[in-house]
């Protein structure tokens, strides 16, 4: 089964900035897209950034011009880093990898779809 697991975390005042980093493991043939979503106290769990095996990428326009999404295909990592960060960028930020390829056998492959990490804090106070 595949496990994500994000790092980076952390207080930063605002405007500062922040790296978060996610690593997916699990026998993994491939990635199609990766993402980075955030759930606020109170609110839904919505989506900051995505980006694609071939580099498409998506983001929210809250965040496009401070965040950036990048990934290492090779390595099943993507990252994002963040930067002039506001007091509402504070949630809970999830790791997502969604369409992935594993191999269950030699030659066999199967797919799972919409796994998640367990969440990092990034809160943005003075």
């Known amino acids: 089964q595949v496990q994500l697991v994000e790092s980076g975390g952390d207080l930063v005042q605002p405007g500062g900035s922040l790296s978060l980093s996610c690593a997916a493991s699990?026998?993994?043939?491939?990635?199609?897209?990766m993402g980075w979503f955030r759930q606020a106290p109170g609110k839904q769990r919505e989506l900051v950034a995505q980006?694609?095996?071939?580099?498409?990428?998506t983001y929210a326009d809250s965040v496009k011009g401070r965040f950036t999404i990048s990934r290492d295909n090779a390595k099943y990592t993507v990252h994002l880093q963040m930067s002039s960060l506001k007091p509402e960028d504070t949630a809970v930020y999830y790791c997502?990898?969604?369409?992935?390829?594993?191999?269950?056998?030699?030659?066999?492959?199967?797919?799972?779809?919409?796994?998640w990490g367990q969440g990092t804090q990034v809160t943005v106070s003075s």
């Open positions: 997502n990898a969604d369409e992935v390829a594993v191999t269950i056998a030699w030659g066999i492959r199967a797919y799972e779809y919409d796994r």
């Open positions: 699990g026998n993994i043939f491939s990635i199609k897209t």
């Open positions: 980006i694609t095996s071939d580099g498409r990428t």
